[in-house]
């Protein structure tokens, strides 16, 4: 039985067989021309829709400056999940899903908009039976977060009544710096119970990093190795093969640490180091990740443990691409990181002295997510000099994306008359051990917020955390000099293979 104030075991049980429904609901979503809703948040409503995870009056409301109807409205969502869902089409479906749906225009600042949006909510709430219960999707630039939740509140749109709901879900960089988060999250609070505010990080919905915890606590074999005894070192890489793409408004001055160290990378940092939580009630959860960030510790000399650099033009797959600099709304003189290389260590009895190198990238080699958990070398080898010389340390590598799980490498005989010893692997893939695709995280976490499940989405204090971990850096690469260089489509800059090679480690050609 959980030891957790508030855990129900019974309802927990009860929830793991019962599919997770979401109850009356509907989702407004600010910012609903932009990238991540057409890609990503559009899609994933029609796929819970086809997957009979939404309500039937379940209701989409898009807020945006586009001069459209709501049959525009429909039209691009209609579009969206042509080009993007992950399951079939259904006419059936389709047409059940664009009865709820509406489209109100304005400015964030316009206060017509938001009366015309409250209203909009209530003749849903008659038509289409949602109950009062409403998320409001912030997928807007992070500075205009504060506007649209004040705004929120002035129209009484963040008013929570009795037996309804009313929840605001953040997209990040929640904040830029410590300061900013800490200001952003005061202001939120001031609005919305914190039991009623999600900050995403996409991250946690994939079902790979949620694997990190069933790999580490639901079997034996891996927890009595998984700490400084064993493990020489982590590698967790965040390696894209795009660019920044029609985004320069929204990556320019905020770059790769900002955009995914201090998030995903961190995230998948914390969990792969923390401690076993006594259950995975949010408390215990949260508990748990919050000591090992609380124990991340920064080299001393950041010039030499940190790398930050800029993608050049380059040949890329046999096509030509900008440089960082040359893109569409890029400043020619822009310091801003396209890529991040940065050491840590971890301050707990588990971790004292085990490195752990955080990489992330645009225009690298290829698209890869993974963490490498390498192993220190046997002691001693009973070899022939030479029987051994090809071999590596062993590794445990979870595949977060593409080609999702698990990897082990280790060292085999070559067949042969003579012992001689070479790396070989062995494999778990996704895609051939379970018949049913995963869900995209936006499907998951979505539905998470409907339901009120907060276990996937980072509390207030890992965002600071994370920025406290972060801010130092980033302070010390505004004060020295530039970024370095690196040809699109490699593996970054030498600088960043000379910071592993003064440790005597080099980096995973993924
Ligand atoms: C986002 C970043 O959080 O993650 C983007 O802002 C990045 O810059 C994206 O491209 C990558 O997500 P995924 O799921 O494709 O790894």
Known sequence: MSAVPGANPLRDAQDRRLPRIAGPSGLVIFGVTGDLSRKKLMPAVYDLANRGLLPPGFSLIGFARRDWEDEDFAQVVHDAVKEHARTP?????????????????????DDEAFETLKATIQELDQAQGTGGNYAFYLSVPPKFFPKVVQQLKKHGLADQKEGSWRRAVIEKPFGHDLASAQELNQLVHDVFPPNEVFRIDHYLGK??????LALRFANTMFEPIWNRSYV????????????????????????????????????????TAMEEPGSFHPKALVAEKLKVLTAVELPED???????????????????????????GIDPKSTTDTYA?????????RWAGVPFYLRTG?????RVTEIAVVFKRAPYLPFESGATEELGGNALVIRVQPDEGVTVRFGSKVPGTSMEVRDVTMDFAYGESFT??????????????????????????EVELSWTILD???????????????????????EADEMLARDGRSWRRP
Not at 207 to 212: A, K, L, R, S
Not at 234 to 246: C, H, K, N, R
Not at 304 to 327: K, P
Not at 362 to 366: A, D, F, S
Request: hydrophobic letters at 40%; proline letters at 4%.
């Open 89 to 109: 089409f259904r006419e059936e479906v389709w047409q059940q899903l664009i009865q709820g749906m509406r489209f109100v225009q304005g400015n964030f600042d």
């Open 207 to 212: 079902e790979t990093v949620q694997n990190i």
């Open 232 to 271: 020489d070192h982590v590698q967790i890489t965040m390696a894209e093969d795009i660019g920044i793409g029609g985004r320069a408004g929204y990556y320019d001055g905020i770059g790769a640490a900002r955009d995914v160290i201090q998030n995903h990378l961190l995230q998948l940092l914390a969990l």
């Open 302 to 328: 950041l010039g030499l443990h940190t790398v930050r650099a800029q993608y050049e033009h380059a040949w890329q797959g046999g096509q030509e691409v900008l440089g960082y600099c040359e893109e569409d």
């Open 341 to 349: 290389a940065i050491k840590l260590t971890i301050n707990n009895r």
């Open 362 to 366: 645009k225009r690298l080699g290829r």
């Open 436 to 461: 049913e695709s995963s869900p995209e995280a936006y499907e998951r976490l979505l539905l998470d917020v409907l339901l009120g499940d907060a276990n996937l989405f980072p509390r207030h204090q």
């Open 472 to 494: 130092p850096i980033e302070e010390y690469w505004a004060e020295h000099g530039k970024p370095a260089k690196y040809p699109a489509g490699t593996w970054g800059p030498a």
